[in-house]
């Protein structure tokens, strides 16, 4: 049990963050607000409610009886419920008609679908998704490869039927139409909506050079994909193109290995190529310490083979590394071509524009996770698509509210996190377009934390082993405030 202190209020709470167990009691509390030291959740310490993600569930809480200094009647208020999130939360009522349709079986979909049963919606949900498989932790797939789909589960079958929330798979949207409010699956079926969320996620975009056709060239998209490309490189030559978050992990995971970096190391995350320090540079030399070979600037010109199989590649600078199995990480792109042809607005990479309640360009319509780009505070307002779970999962959220006449807007600032090597790295804000940066640690020690500056103040900040600098700065980045380049020095 974890007993905070809040001015003069005592709360028990659950010891450990629902989503991964990191222990509280090394999280960052402002006010009511404790945030956890490992991937940024956030709960009320009065009510243990969720306040900010990855964390589905809230933490139990403990009545804490205080005794009166007289011997007076006391009074407590009643602990609220015990059990996870949702769990005393409406069901499926059969005189409402109404039908929220939810394409995509991801973080932002389940959340969405979640937030409306506990907050009373009575009518029918359907999770319409193109995968097989019950929405799951994506981060899981280049991290522990070796996991069966099941363990990978983020929710069970039984959880989603007590709920009476439909989870339809292999079921891709092929089409909609926005007048007559109904989508069109590729299988030939069809369904209305009185309100749509799409949240078709992203799918990663393939290598287009000569040989890109051979066998045992692969993408990281499902757990399908995990584990053929674990059975296919054991005792093997691997190639990873891209550096990726997805493409580092995947070099932690699989070292030594020889690894193609064509967009350079953490571009958007932690930093543009031109500005990078030392420190930034440090998950690279990690990873080359481990016996990962980096052929930085480098790009991929051909693929050759044998028997059908890829058995190199070639760079363009005539280099020459031998490849039983290539991991192609080269990016995502946002999973909107079903919306081509429609009034919905979408941006130059097909990403659709939301406002801060989720909402599209068509009544009705919503947005969220990886295929929607929206207002980010801390770039002033301008739109980006930011492809994390955390992002997608308060998305999901807000867009439920907002789908039951209750209006809520997006306040939350991006965080990002991944773990190579068995060093945390932890990355919060959004750095897109900083000019400088303030550096603090040591390069030799593995432990350094890094703000982003743009026009004197900190939009963002990474660190590694720093715990939990970065969630305490997302907390006062979260809370308005702002950090100026002198109080980061």
């Known amino acids: 049990v974890l007993l905070v202190r809040s001015r003069t209020q005592f709360s028990a709470l659950g010891s450990r963050c629902p989503h991964y167990g990191a222990p509280l009691s090394r999280g960052v509390l402002r006010g009511n607000r404790l945030r956890c030291p490992w991937h940024g959740s956030c709960f009320d310490v009065q009510t243990g409610d969720i306040e900010e993600y990855p964390a589905l569930d809230c933490l139990p809480r403990f009545q804490v009886p205080i005794p009166a200094p007289a011997p007076a009647p006391r009074s407590c208020s009643p602990s609220r419920s015990l059990f996870p999130a949702g769990l005393g939360s409406s069901r499926r009522c059969l005189l409402n008609l109404e039908t929220v349709l939810l394409l995509g079986g991801g973080v932002a979909a389940l959340v969405c679908a979640e937030t409306l049963r506990q907050e009373g919606f009575t009518g029918r949900i359907v999770m319409a998704t193109r995968e097989k498989h019950l929405p799951y932790d994506k981060s899981k797939l280049s991290k522990e490869m070796n996991l069966k789909p099941e363990d990978m589960y983020l929710r069970t079958a039984e959880f989603l039927d007590a709920r009476c929330i439909e989870h339809w798979t292999q079921r891709e949207a092929v089409s909609v139409d926005f007048q007559r409010r109904r989508v069109r699956f590729q299988d030939g079926s069809s369904q209305h909506y009185e309100h749509l969320l799409i949240a078709t996620g992203s799918h990663p975009i393939p290598l287009e050079v000569p040989g890109a056709e051979l066998q045992n060239i692969c993408l990281l998209q499902t757990p399908e994909d995990s584990w053929k490309i674990l059975e296919l490189s054991a005792g093997r030559n691997l190639v990873i193109i ?33 500005k990078r320090s030392r420190q930034l540079l440090l998950p690279l030399q990690m990873l080359q310490d481990a016996g990962v070979t980096f052929h930085m600037k480098a790009e991929v010109s051909e693929l050759k083979g044998k028997d059908g199989k890829v058995t190199e590649a070639v760079l363009d600078s005539g280099t020459r590394i031998p490849a039983d199995v ?67 999962e308060a998305h999901g959220h807000v867009a439920a509210f907002n789908m039951l006449k209750e209006p809520k807007e997006l306040r939350t600032v991006p965080f990002f996190w991944t773990t190579m090597l068995g060093k945390s790295i932890r990355y919060a804000g959004c750095g897109k377009g900083y000019t400088e940066t303030v550096v603090k640690g040591s390069l030799e020690h593995r432990r350094f934390l890094v703000f982003y500056i743009k026009d004197g103040y900190v939009v963002a900040a990474a660190s590694l082993n720093c715990d939990p600098m970065v969630p305490l700065i997302a907390e006062v980045l979260c809370s308005g405030k702002q950090i100026s380049k002198e109080e980061a020095e």
């Open 242 to 274: 891209g550096a990726s978050f997805i493409g580092t992990g995947l070099g932690a995971g699989k070292a030594p290995c020889p690894a193609l970096d064509r967009a350079l190391l953490f571009l958007t995350s932690l930093g543009s190529p031109r």
């Open 326 to 392: 290539v991991v192609v990480g080269i990016g995502v792109s946002p999973s909107s071509a079903f919306l081509k042809g429609t009034s919905i607005a979408r941006d130059s990479s097909g990403a659709v524009l939301v406002d801060l309640r989720m909402r599209t360009s068509v009544p009705n319509v919503y947005a969220a996770g990886d295929v929607a780009a929206f207002p980010v505070a801390l770039l002033r307002g301008q739109h980006s698509n930011i492809q994390h779970q955390q992002v997608a």
